[in-house]
């Protein structure tokens, strides 16, 4: 990656601490091969006709929230099928093109880094460990509050940093991801490159890594994104 391309707004510039805010799953890693041997192994083992698309619909849910909107009956049993599959093709999960250099290049500009996922620890943490990426914090839904589309994980996320909403921004890929950041009051960017669509209203856009530091880069500090309700 050019030299010119990772630009990030320099530490001198702001006023206050900033911190970005990614999910896991389609922000950071391409968990989706995971995701569906997995699926696969629950339909087998459960006899559930339930669709892998039909599943991912519902991704950045808790686990337990999926299974319900789902009507899986037998939550615990499938969810331990799932983790279990899920660990053993974790091999298959893969960064995405860019992704480690810019979060590098976050940090080294002394932004605070930090995960909010609805994937629980004992999968998300071993994924994480790959980018090489000193995160601060990681909230999942094993923590205290509720789980994403509220706001409590992403604020959480932001005691855990010491940095107000308004100085955050939160990267995601699924209509509950923009919908916690706005209930959070923090801005929130919209991974194109991961596996869900943006929602209303509208929000910024990031067809790529690369221009997810652009875009952050030539933000002014002082001016959030968007206007979130803190509710």
């Known amino acids: 990656m050019s030299s010119d391309t990772i630009r990030p707004v320099s530490p001198q510039t702001l006023a206050t601490p900033r911190a970005l805010l990614l999910d896991l799953d389609g922000v950071l890693l391409d968990t989706r091969p995971v995701m569906k041997e997995a699926w696969k192994e629950v339909q087998k083992a459960h006899g559930l006709d339930t669709s892998f698309a039909a599943y991912e619909r519902q991704l950045g849910r808790e ?8 009507g899986v009956i037998d939550i615990d049993a499938v969810r331990q099928t799932y983790e279990a599959a899920s660990m053993a093709a974790a091999h298959l999960a893969q960064e995405f093109p860019g992704v480690v250099e810019v979060l590098h290049a976050f940090v080294a500009a002394d932004w605070r880094l930090g995960v909010v996922t609805s994937k629980h620890l004992d999968r998300a943490a071993p994924l994480l460990a790959r980018l090489g990426c000193p995160f601060a914090t990681i909230r999942t839904p094993a923590g205290a509050g509720r789980a994403k589309p509220a ?6 996320a932001l005691v855990d940093l010491g940095v107000d909403p308004a100085a955050a921004v939160y990267v995601g890929d699924m209509a509950v991801d923009q919908e916690a950041a706005a209930r959070a009051g923090v801005s929130y ?5 991961g596996y869900g669509q943006p929602t209303a209203p509208d929000p910024k856009v990031a067809e790529s890594p690369q221009v997810l530091l652009r875009l952050l880069h030539h933000a002014r500090s002082s001016e959030p994104y968007v206007r979130g309700s803190l509710v």
């Open 63 to 70: 686990f337990s929230d999926i299974m319900q909107r789902l």
């Open 151 to 156: 706001p409590d994980p992403i604020l959480l």
């Open 189 to 193: 960017v919209h991974a194109c490159w």
